[in-house]
């Protein structure tokens, strides 16, 4: 691979020592857009993918564990070939131990895919790209891979939080970050909003449509802290900065729990889709 950026560093470090973390943060919460239920947000992804007899090559980006891969080797369609890219090596690791033979897995960045130019029918991703450096890179790589009329589907953060508790996080979390969280950035702007994957589909792309994804949950103040401690920014912050924000972020929560002791809340993410010109 490539010399990795300061944000990528810090990405192949946290997988190396939390490999697994997305899928169990994110596998077992059901997901929901404006019309259909889903088992979780991967289950959304493998819906998208042709239950057919012809071949098909699907590429997951930013595979992780391969939570969203072992869903549609489940489904034991003869055609379908399933590849696995990531840059994290405690990822792969993880995905191989789990997954059949066939699915192959490939450690690299988005940016210089090791595939054939066309060589892909659908490209999916899960919470993977509004991570990533130099999406105009990423985004011709994944043009290039995917055949014309090729299926592009990913899901990508939309909000952090659903409902309140997230104004009450980021009043918490602002000032602290401010003081002791060191300036990293992750992704490309663009990919937090529907006008910036406009602009990063617009040209190799037709067909682009959106949809909310909402996966609520309703944990305890602190069963959410617990997840919160797995997400990069808490993860930088020093222990002092952390147990200041843990004390902070639980009293402020604690005006929103409901009679059985649980906050409404829940990830806010985004499927976007898009057809290879
Ligand atoms: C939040 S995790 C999601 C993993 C998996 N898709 C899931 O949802 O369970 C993001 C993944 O993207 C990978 N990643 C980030 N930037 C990448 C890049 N430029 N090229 C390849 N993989 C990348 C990380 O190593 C990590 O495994």
């Not at 404006?34 to 992804?45: F, N, Q, T």
């Not at 549609?72 to 792969?92: N, T, V």
Request: net charge negative; proline share 5%.
């Amino acid at each position: 691979m490539t010399a990795l950026s300061t944000a990528e560093m810090y990405l192949q470090d946290f997988h190396q020592r939390q490999p697994g973390v997305t899928s169990a943060a994110f596998g077992h919460l059901p997901a929901r857009s404006a019309s259909a239920h889903h088992a979780s947000s991967y289950a959304v992804l493998s819906s998208l993918i042709a239950d057919t007899d012809t071949p098909l090559t699907v590429l997951d980006l930013g595979c992780g564990d391969g939570h969203l891969l072992g869903l549609l080797a489940a489904r034991q369609q003869p055609q379908l070939q399933l590849i696995g890219i990531d840059m994290s090596a405690a990822e792969l690791a993880a995905a191989r131990a789990t997954l059949p033979p066939s699915v192959r897995l490939q450690q690299g960045r988005a940016q210089a895919l090791d595939l054939a130019s066309a060589a892909v029918d659908c490209l999916v991703s899960h919470m993977a790209l509004m991570l990533m450096d130099d999406m105009e890179q990423v985004m011709r790589e994944i043009r290039r891979v995917l055949r014309p009329g090729g299926q592009f589907a990913a899901i990508v953060g939309r909000t952090f939080l659903l409902g309140e508790v997230n104004d009450a996080f980021m009043d918490v979390f602002k000032p602290i970050a401010n003081d002791a969280l060191p300036p990293l950035r992750f992704g490309d702007r663009r990919a937090g909003s529907e006008a910036g994957w406009r602009e990063l589909l617009d040209g190799g792309f037709a067909h682009v449509a959106f949809d909310d994804i909402d996966v609520p949950w309703s944990p305890t103040p602190h069963a959410l802290w617990a997840a919160l401690l797995d997400t990069y920014d808490i993860d930088r912050l020093d222990d002092v900065a952390r147990q200041r924000l843990r004390q902070a972020f639980l009293d402020a929560v604690r005006c929103l729990q409901r009679a059985d002791g649980t906050i409404a809340t829940g990830w806010g993410s985004r499927l976007v889709r898009a057809q290879a010109a």
